[in-house]
């Protein structure tokens, strides 16, 4: 840093100086865990190890300095509570470099959901884009640059409440800044509006900081930090202001949330209050809210500003103080196209050119519950409920009406255990409880009456109940009348349609004690994810088939809200389409799902569409059944005129989800395809299950593997008789590493090392080990088995009926081996398929033909070996000093030869195997990983092992 500030130094300004002087005597440097308030600014300051510091100048000015010795460090100065809203300005210099490993970033932490947040506007060796097990959500455009944005997630790491398992989500600037002198801002409403399209949500802000982090490398930065507006408007919920007017305090004040789409996606529209521009953001595809937080006050315009070409915007409503102005309550739209002109006329929620919707003034009142005179008209009902509509007549334009209404409409009745959703054009709001009819705002949400929630067009959405609810059609009409005559404003809205409920709709729970469907027909069932049928209310929903992409698993976990619980016990997940064969008539269609993985809402989210029409859209299992509990759809009046029914899902977060479905037809619809199952016993080649006790013998080894994804021992007899598979539970895991195996001796006992590699497989790992179960005799000491077992596990990834069918990750292959079987895996790394190859006790200085293969390496090699009593100990040596042309690793331990394997799960091999592993095949980073390795902290960088390496 002293070298750094000093070359820094002689190229500024003597007032920079100056400046540095005199605020050093105000200074406060921090070298431990600290967080608090300097000069108006929180600020941060956190490090796992090390000798990273940092310093706190006045205003929103630190600086930091790191060097190796530190493992990771993040600090910085911002803001207690965060906000979604607030615009961050910052400039200074940024002592980073493209061969280190640092970010510069906005980084903050909300709680319900944990979140921990980037936008990182710089970075050196290692872009966050690419951490492991991420998912991509896309770009978009913000402050002259591309962001783009990825979600990955922490398991069991720190976090602002401990050890815990989070997800992180991160914006990531193309092109990123560069280093030295640096300045930017960043308007964050935009990327936290873009992570919520993608249903990212953040939670209640804690803090939010303009920071700098360092990770195993060294680099300094001097910034300073501070608040933007928009365009000229305050971007903070807490606006440092705290004189308002009284008429700004008793009606401006509180927040407005405007609800909003475009047709493509890039749509750029303003919130002004009162003349002013107090929110900017691009659109969406989807509804999304974007809300301002502050004090403006006066009318409000929602502006929309770069129309071209296809796009249009859609305001589905306003919220301003706690009411919902619907998009149809406005006083003028200039931007719809209409008698042949932009603005020519009408009160659509449609914005076809550049102009602007005019909602009022934050001062009106347009729900008839927010102040001033109010009528209530009463309809009783012969069922003893009654309902009454509230109409203000405070405003300003007025008109007498005078009618008298009879509404007939069907009961709807929900028991006492949950609420219903409803679908309103492919999109879910809460079903109102007390209001009757139209939208209403009931615990503090947006919510439709269940009458106005069926006046939709057919497929186009309808009430969803979850199972502890029901939907019941009366038989008996309920009729009322009422006469009103009241001065009723004009931008209310009274419309028959929000008076009368309707008795069908087109999405709705299913209930087996429903009749109404007497006259359709059964067509087929598909038990999704199951190779075997299921029964569910008398229909046998035949084995899976008809899928294109995706994954199976099945649970044996019991599944709410049904007494047969096997359809939902399985399911195929992913983004997939089935195509079944039916004749071309017109079909309904029930869906069945279950959330058999996930505990939270908002961890799986995905879109469902039948013969091309939306049933669902991002749709939140969870949050609508809970964890294992029934959820049924239906689907009705689908016309098929291409002899195929057509089921889409596709992914938004994690993976979409099915347990099955069953299609009915109403006008002789008819299954075209085959009865025979799409599979046979034959087709499957399911492998034979070796028992655990029979295979692991020794007491010392009797505790079962440590791993989370669960353990099986299995025999291939069909496909690949001389080898034997350790795997984990299927159902727990997804996108499984191969790794194949060689035994010590190179001998045909594939259960010769069962404990150690049963170790490998619970850590979420296929491992196949040369020779059968209970083998004997030996083999070539080459590559060729292992090989063999490479060839096998990428077969049986693309094999449609194979148990592995798309489960395994084959671009992600590591060969390893103990004595003369880390000789099998070090010859078989010269296979292009293989990412990492690892000899345990073992090293190729034994081998007279080594120099032949040494050319032909091409990934990283691994040698871990014992000490000076191992055999392989000086072949081990040996091979570290002769391979030059790929990244070699070498350790030894104070063990000898076989020791390991007389160990419970491996010993310390067994740890350090994972750990490598997880590092090469899983990118992982931290301390199970690339940490253990790497670092003055790290595992083998301590006695009593005793470690080198190069090329890393």
Not at 6 to 32: C, D, E, Y
């Amino acid at each position: 840093m002293k070298l750094t500030l000093v070359k820094k130094l002689t190229g500024l300004a003597a007032f920079w100086l100056a400046t540095l002087l005199s605020t050093a005597a105000h200074s406060q440097t921090l070298s431990s865990n600290s967080t608090g308030t300097n000069n108006g600014f929180f600020y941060s300051f956190w490090k796992d190890s090390g000798s990273a510091t940092m310093t706190l100048y006045a205003g929103g000015r630190y600086s930091s300095q790191w060097n190796n010795s530190t493992n990771n460090w993040v600090g910085g100065k911002g803001w207690k509570p965060g906000t979604s809203s607030r615009v961050i300005n910052y400039s200074g210099n940024y002592g980073g470099s493209n061969n280190q490993n640092t970010y510069l970033a906005l980084y903050g932490w909300t709680r319900s959901p944990l979140i921990e947040y980037y936008v990182i506007e710089s970075y050196g060796s290692y872009n966050p884009a690419s951490c492991s097990g991420g998912t991509d959500y896309g770009s978009f455009q913000s402050d002259g640059a591309t962001y783009n944005v990825r979600r990955c997630q922490r398991v069991n790491q720190p976090s602002i409440d401990g050890n815990q398992t989070f997800y992180q989500y991160f914006s990531v600037r193309n092109p990123k800044k560069g280093f030295g002198n640096i300045s930017g801002t960043i308007t964050f409403a935009n990327h936290a509006n873009f992570w919520a399209s993608k249903g990212l949500n953040l939670g209640n802000h804690d803090y939010q900081i303009l920071a700098t982090e360092g990770y195993q490398s060294s680099g300094s930065s001097d910034l300073t930090v501070s608040e933007g507006t928009i365009n000229g408007g305050s971007s903070s919920a807490t606006n440092n202001s705290s004189t308002t007017s009284s008429t700004v305090a008793s009606s401006g004040s509180g927040s407005i949330t405007v609800r909003a789409r475009g047709v493509t996606g890039s749509e750029h529209i303003y919130l002004k209050v009162g003349g002013v521009n107090v929110g900017s953001w691009t659109l969406t595809t989807s509804y999304q809210n974007y809300v301002y937080s502050g004090t403006a006050s006066g009318d409000i315009n929602v502006e929309y500003d770069n129309d071209s070409g296809d796009r249009d915007v859609q305001i589905d409503y306003l919220q301003v103080n706690g009411e919902t102005r619907q998009a149809e309550d406005m006083t003028y739209n200039t931007a719809l196209y209409a008698n042949g002109s932009c603005g020519g006329g009408g009160n659509s929620e449609l914005m076809h050119c550049n102009g602007v919707i005019g909602f009022g003034s934050t001062s009106d009142c347009f729900s008839g519950n927010c102040g001033g005179t109010t009528s209530s008209v009463r309809f009783s009902s012969s069922i003893g409920f009654s309902s009454s509509i509230r109409i203000s007549s405070s405003t300003n334009a007025t008109s007498s009406v005078h009618s008298s209404i009879t509404t007939t409409s069907s009961s709807v009745t929900t028991s006492s255990g949950g609420q219903c959703q409803c679908n309103w054009y492919g999109t879910f709001y809460p079903s109102c409880v007390t209001t009757q009819n139209g939208w209403g705002w009931e615990n503090n949400k947006s919510c439709i009456s269940n009458a106005t929630c069926n006046t939709q067009p057919t497929n186009q959405g309808g009430l969803v109940c979850s199972t502890n609810s029901s939907l019941r059609n009366s038989s008996s009409a309920i009729s009322s009348s009422s006469t009103m005559s009241s001065n009723i404003a004009t931008s209310s809205r009274t419309s028959s349609s929000m008076m009368n409920s309707s008795s069908t709709s087109s999405s709705s729970r299913v209930s087996s004690s429903n009749s109404s469907r007497a006259a359709e027909t059964f067509v087929y069932a598909i038990n999704a994810g199951n190779s075997s049928a299921a029964t569910l209310n008398g229909v046998v929903y035949q084995p899976d088939r008809f899928a294109s992409g995706g994954t199976t698993q099945t649970v044996t976990d019991g599944i709410a809200g049904t007494t047969e619980d096997a359809l939902y016990q399985s399911e195929r997940y992913g983004t997939y389409s089935y195509e079944i064969p039916v004749s071309n008539a017109t079909y309904n269609v029930v869906l069945h799902f279950a959330e058999l993985y996930h505990n939270a809402a908002g961890a799986r989210s995905f879109n469902l569409s039948v013969e091309g029409q939306a049933v669902l859209s991002d749709f939140d299992l969870y949050s609508l059944a809970g964890h294992d509990t029934v959820y049924d759809q239906r689907v009705n009046n689908i016309a098929v005129t291409d002899g195929k029914l057509t089921i889409s899902l596709i992914s938004k977060i994690d993976n979409g989800t099915l347990s099955g479905f069953a299609i009915y037809s109403s006008n002789g619809g008819t299954f075209t395809g085959s009865t025979e199952p799409e599979c046979s016993t034959t087709d499957r080649q399911t492998p034979t299950a070796i028992d655990y006790n029979r295979a692991v013998t020794r007491q010392e080894q009797k505790n079962p593997p440590s791993g989370s994804f669960g353990y099986a021992i299995e025999h291939a007899t069909q496909t690949l008789p001389n080898h034997t598979i350790y795997r984990p539970d299927l159902s727990r895991a997804n996108n499984i590493p191969i790794v194949v195996w060689g035994n010590g001796a190179c001998s045909n006992v594939g259960t010769e090392q069962a404990d150690f590699l049963l170790q490998l497989a619970s850590n979420g790992y296929l491992v196949i080990a040369n020779g059968g179960p209970f083998g004997s005799g030996s083999n070539d000491q080459h590559e060729t088995e292992l090989v063999k077992a490479i060839d096998w596990a990428v077969k049986e990834n693309s094999r449609k009926c194979s148990q592995y069918y798309g489960k395994l990750n084959v671009e992600k292959i590591a060969t390893m081996g103990w004595s003369c079987g880390g000789g099998m895996a070090h010859f078989a790394a010269v296979d292009p398929r293989v990412d990492t190859a690892v000899a345990l006790n073992s090293g190729l200085g034994i081998y007279g033909d080594r120099f032949n293969y040494y050319p032909r390496f091409h990934s990283p090699i691994a040698i871990f070996n014992g000490d000076s009593r191992d055999v392989a100990y000086n072949p081990g040596l040996q091979e570290y000093s002769e391979v030059n042309n790929v990244p070699v690793y070498h350790a030894n331990y104070p063990q000898g030869h076989g020791d390991a394997y007389y160990q419970d799960n491996g010993g310390e091999f067994g740890i350090v195997s994972v750990g490598w592993l997880n590092w090469m095949l899983k990118d992982d980073l931290t301390s199970s990983g690339k940490g253990m390795f790497i670092g003055n902290n790290c595992r083998l960088c301590r006695s009593p092992w005793v470690m080198k390496n190069k090329g890393f």
